[in-house]
């Protein structure tokens, strides 16, 4: 990622905070914006275009704002990102925001892997014991692979627990080998 990113991140979530924002309204906002920025190969060529002055682009984002109906501070900072030459980088921009915000909320990004699809209430106490495992609330994506055969396997950030019966069955033949 490039420093300018987190930069850029950053200051939003300050704005944010500091104007004591609604950040799910901030979010629903930003999928719209992405939204509409990925469907439209035409407009992503004209703010990339040198030959238009940003002046153009932010007025362009201005009549666009009309139907998304942006918070004026999000409306600043895609104009900010337009006058700098740094729309096209609003993906990890916006990426970076939100993992900003979450830690800062103290979530804590999991990925839990299992061998089966779980209930609501497997899911939810999955998440209690994932969420007192981390010392933080939890959000988490669930994935399948029925390759571990049983059990769960846990990322947290860069640490792995795993507690499938695939990983159970590796560590028992390691220490038959070693032992």
Known sequence: ??????????????VVTAANLDTAAIDRQL????????????????????????????AILDKLNVKLGLQKELRNLLAVLINNDRIGQVHEVVAAYRAA????????QAEIVTARELTVQERAALLDSVGKLAGAKVEASFKLDETILGGTVVRIGSTVFDGSVRGRLERLREALVAG
Not at 44 to 57: E, G, H, S, T
């Open 1 to 14: 990622m490039a420093a300018f990113v987190s930069r850029y991140a950053q200051a939003f979530l300050d």
């Open 31 to 58: 999928n719209d914006f992405l939204g509409t920025w990925d469907g439209s190969a035409e407009l992503r060529d004209l703010f990339a275009n040198p030959a238009v002055a940003a002046v153009q682009k932010v």
């Open 101 to 108: 915000l979450q830690q800062r909320l103290g979530i804590r």
